[in-house]
């Protein structure tokens, strides 16, 4: 089975954020409505993962399976919680760019030669380049949190 496509409400950005750094392509943006976010998420048989009841409850009239999330959890719990909904128990890292969905490229030096400042072209050696949005990605100085972050999730995922 394909990995699934999220429509993420609104209200959810950072979830949107962590589903695609987990590598699962999260559609988020300022929707004209419920009935648009519904309807997209139809159309590209995807799952809508929201905290309003109402919203979730509209869509799954229509058969547009929805993943209802606890508004009190934190961060890694709702990130948990939409995966585990989906019996889903692998992440993958670095796959999807967190900024435009697009597909991540394993690059080297070459490739990125311009697109990133001297200094950390020449502190790293390898760098993850999106096609779509043109951005590149390092395991800079961030990426310790991102990493032990993803590495709890992942751990909660195989509970
Ligand atoms: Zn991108």
């Known amino acids: 089975m394909p990995n699934p496509i999220f429509f993420v409400d609104e209200m959810l950005n950072d979830l949107a954020i962590s589903l695609r750094l987990c590598g699962f392509v999260s559609i988020y943006k300022k929707w004209e409505s419920d009935d648009a976010l519904i309807s997209e998420a139809k159309e590209a048989n ?80 390898e760098f993850m380049l999106c096609p779509s949005c043109g951005r590149v990605f390092w395991q800079g100085s961030h990426w310790k949190r991102i990493k032990s972050f993803l590495d709890e999730v992942s751990n909660l995922l195989k509970e």
Do not use: H, M
């Open 46 to 125: 995807g799952f809508i993962i929201t905290s309003d009841r109402a919203l979730s409850k509209q869509g799954e009239k229509i058969g547009v399976s929805a993943i209802l999330v606890p508004v009190w959890s934190g961060k890694r719990e709702k990130l948990v919680f939409v995966l585990k909904a989906l019996k889903i128990n692998e992440i993958y890292p670095e796959t999807i760019c967190t900024v435009c969905n697009g597909t991540l490229e394993r690059a080297g030096k070459d490739k990125v030669v311009g697109k990133v400042p001297e200094t950390v072209l020449s502190a790293f050696s």
